[in-house]
């Protein structure tokens, strides 16, 4: 099985992973995972990640209920990086919203 | 206009960007911003990132021809991640793949 590089970085073993539904497509979220909860995430099936703001494991929907369920895992060209397609049981934003990424800075597909 | 957080993550000043192929909504690659090579993506509506190994400024498709033209710029909640959606003149990949996410690690959705 072909591994995540977690040392390259010099990001205190931690790499980024994008998070997208399965279904949509859409991108939910980004958050950082080191080799331990990367290999909770294999697992248990639902996304682990490392909270660098909290310095603790962070199982995604523990507190909330809304889990995400992993679907597949893609890992980028040079290994240091994780793409993470999951099934997910509710927003995936702490605000509620369906995905993280809400704010618009521009949009020209909207000016056609 | 949102301002994305350079300084929040403690990472140089850098903050990862999201690529995704605005049509096939498929993630291309992620990048690392500062807050000048921002400066310049929005300037030229051409994707800019600084390369943290050769520590300079990446005009994506300087010398590949494979540039992305910025279509929309979207932050998330917390304003520490760029999702970039672009409309790309050739690979993103320098393997001369379409997208860098190629090497699959599991795939649940071809079991079923």
Known sequence: MLKPDFEKNGQDGLIPAVVTDVDSKEVLMLAYMNAESYQKTLATGETWFWSRSRQEFWHKGATSGNTQR???IT???????LLIAVKPAGPACHTGARTC???TVLDKTKEK
Do not use: I, K, M, Y
């Not at 890992?75 to 990086?81: E, F, G, K, R, S």
């Open 70 to 72: 992993v679907e597949s």
């Open 75 to 81: 890992l980028d060209c040079d290994a240091d990086t």
């Open 101 to 103: 990424f809400f704010n």
